[in-house]
């Protein structure tokens, strides 16, 4: 009976593993959801298949912010493009 138990374990954690290798998140949000379901067993997969899994996209996906200013020199000189005072506006939030 143990081993059944292990095995259908075993199967859902490589069902899992497989599932957030193919969402589309950064590669160190892929390798850290990896390791959390693999290494907390049984509870790490009810956690992932009860709650992570729709929201993995959400945790680890940029929200397309731009940078407001520039961080490195304009040209090879070493010295650094004078900025006007124009700041990019940040989105707006989004409601979930």
């Known amino acids: 009976m143990g081993s059944i138990i292990y ?21 160190v949000g892929k390798i850290i959801s990896c390791i959390l379901v693999l290494i907390t067993s049984w509870v790490g997969l009810v956690v992932y298949y009860l709650y992570a899994k729709n929201h993995l996209t959400e945790w ?19 010295v650094r493009l004078r900025v006007p005072g124009v700041r990019i506006p940040s989105s707006p939030q989004t409601m979930v």
């Open 7 to 27: 095995f259908i374990g075993l199967v859902l954690a490589i069902l899992a593993v497989i599932d957030i290798i193919k969402k589309p998140i950064s590669l």
């Open 60 to 78: 680890f996906v940029p929200n397309g912010e731009v940078s407001e200013w520039l961080k490195e020199p304009a040209s090879k000189t070493g």
